[in-house]
């Protein structure tokens, strides 16, 4: 059953369930540099952030597709403040169903960066 993010007087965006999330969803929203991009900042700050905060190389079109496709394979909740659309990294319920893939992801992505010098995306 998917469920619905919402705020007082914000509109609702969809949201899989726990029991709907899957492996393969997870591991093909994580595959896109764009995508682990956004994951990466998420995973370093213990706040929301809004779409304005991402600076990705691409079109505010396919931007907006990236956000949906991890917001629908459940690796991030997005809920509207006011104008505002803000995203929370979905770690407790990934670490619940995927124990340390999301750590062993970041920690590949860094060591990747690390070793094409400083580059995070391909």
């Not at 991890?70 to 124990?99: C, W």
């Not at 094409?116 to 995306?121: D, H, N």
């Amino acid at each position: 059953m998917t469920t619905a993010a919402t705020a007082p007087g914000s509109r609702a965006l969809a949201h899989p369930g726990c029991e709907e999330i899957r492996l393969e969803g997870v591991l093909h929203a994580l595959s896109d540099p764009m995508r682990l991009q956004v994951v990466r900042e998420l995973a370093a700050t213990d706040d929301e952030l809004s779409c304005s905060h991402f600076v990705l190389p691409v079109t505010k079109s396919t931007t907006t597709h990236h956000f949906r496709v991890l917001r629908e394979s459940g690796v991030i909740r997005q809920v509207y403040r006011g104008t505002a659309k803000m995203n929370g990294l979905r770690r407790d319920d990934l670490d619940d169903l995927f124990p340390g893939l999301l750590d062993s992801v970041l920690t590949a992505a860094v060591r990747q960066a690390d070793r094409l010098g400083g580059v995070a995306t391909g």
